[in-house]
Structure formats: structure tokens, C-alpha cells
């Protein structure tokens, strides 16, 4: 991490870790003083949407019923990384071993498309900032399906995802998704004790 000044901050963005169980600890050796931000989905969709993202990559990946659960509809299978991800609130359990809640910040990555200044405004108060953010820097890119963000007046084009950000996912029959969905109630209703925060997904 660079040096930071007296007036600045440093930040770092790696989605891996908050579930590489290593992090915690490394993180609080450096700096026991973090700020942690933490976004989070529908563990469903955010599945999904990772199995989409590794298919366009992997064409002929088996599908995602397949990867998902063992023998069919057998058990979900935990040790595939798009379903073990979305288990929050044992990631969670981690990082409180090293880091008080009052270091977190969890953004709601569904509120993050509906109403990005209102989660940006979160965001600028954990971290102490002026909000400047505002709904003013946004608009909604149809196409995409994502808010795009506005710069100054006068400063050049608005910034929207990247390509590999919105891409259609595949059909998953509703008897899959709904195998998962009762499968990560029990986790995310703990996150939701954990948290304080009701995400909304049951």
C-alpha cells in the first residue's frame, strides 16, 4: 500500500478478500486501523452471475445445475467458489475475529443499481467525507441494465461498466433457483443478525 498523508485516503479494492480466510489477519497486522467496505448480492444472482462471467470465458462449461449440486438436486455443492462465496456470514465470522463491526461498511449491491448516490452517500459518511457525490453524477444506462457515472461538467464522457459488466445470464430453471434460495436463508438471515441489515432476499 502506498503512503498516505495527513488528508488522504488510500483505498484498495479485491472482492477475493473478503473470503480468502488469510486476509483478516494480514490486513490487521498492517494497518488494525482499516476501514472495510463490503458489497454484497443476492447470493443467488451474485452465483449466477459468476457462472455467467466464467462461461463467457469457458464455452462448454457444464451447467450451472451441475455445478451448483452434487448427484442432480442432490446437496448443494459448497465447494464450488460461485456458491461458497455467497456465504456470508461464515466469511463474516472470519473477519470479526480480527475486526470490529463498527469497521464495516456492507453496501447493498442491489441498492448500488436502484439508488447509487444514496449508497455512495453511506459510503462517504463511514468514511468521514463530504458527501460530493450526489444523484446528480448519475444516470441510467438502459443497455446495460447499471447507473453510469457523470463527471464534472466540461470534463469528458460519463463512465459506465466495462463490457464484461451486464451481460444477459443464462436460464436457470426455477426448481434450481429456488433449491438455492432455501438453501442460503439460513446463512442469510445470520448475516442479517450479524450485520444489523436486512438485504432483503427472502
Avoid at 446437496?75 to 475486526?99: C, E
Wanted: hydrophobic fraction near 35%; glycine fraction near 8%.
Amino acid at each position: 500500500m502506498p503512503r498516505t498523508l495527513d488528508g488522504q485516503i488510500t483505498m484498495e479494492k479485491t472482492p477475493s478478500y473478503f473470503v480468502t480466510r488469510e486476509a483478516p489477519g494480514r490486513i490487521h497486522g498492517m494497518s488494525p486501523d482499516t476501514k472495510l467496505i463490503v458489497v454484497v448480492r443476492n447470493p443467488v444472482t451474485r452465483a449466477i452471475s459468476d457462472y455467467a462471467q466464467t462461461l463467457s470465458k469457458t464455452p462448454g462449461l457444464p451447467s450451472f445445475r451441475a455445478l451448483a449440486f452434487r448427484h442432480g438436486l442432490g446437496p448443494v455443492d459448497t465447494a464450488w467458489s460461485a456458491v461458497r462465496i455467497g456465504l456470508y456470514a461464515q466469511h463474516l465470522d472470519n473477519w470479526l475475529r480480527f475486526f470490529p463491526l463498527s469497521r464495516f461498511l456492507f453496501v447493498s449491491g442491489e441498492r448500488l443499481v436502484s439508488d447509487p448516490a444514496g449508497e455512495l452517500g453511506r459510503v462517504q459518511d463511514f468514511l468521514g467525507l463530504r458527501r460530493v457525490v450526489t444523484d446528480k453524477h448519475f444516470y441510467f444506462n438502459a443497455t446495460k441494465g447499471f447507473p453510469c457515472f457523470k463527471k464534472a461538467q466540461g470534463s469528458g464522457r460519463p463512465r459506465c461498466l466495462g463490457r464484461s459488466k451486464g451481460r444477459p445470464h443464462p436460464r436457470v430453471p426455477s426448481a434450481v433457483v429456488r433449491r438455492l434460495r432455501d438453501f442460503y436463508r439460513p446463512f442469510n438471515r445470520k448475516f442479517y443478525q450479524m450485520t444489523g441489515q436486512d438485504f432483503g432476499w427472502d
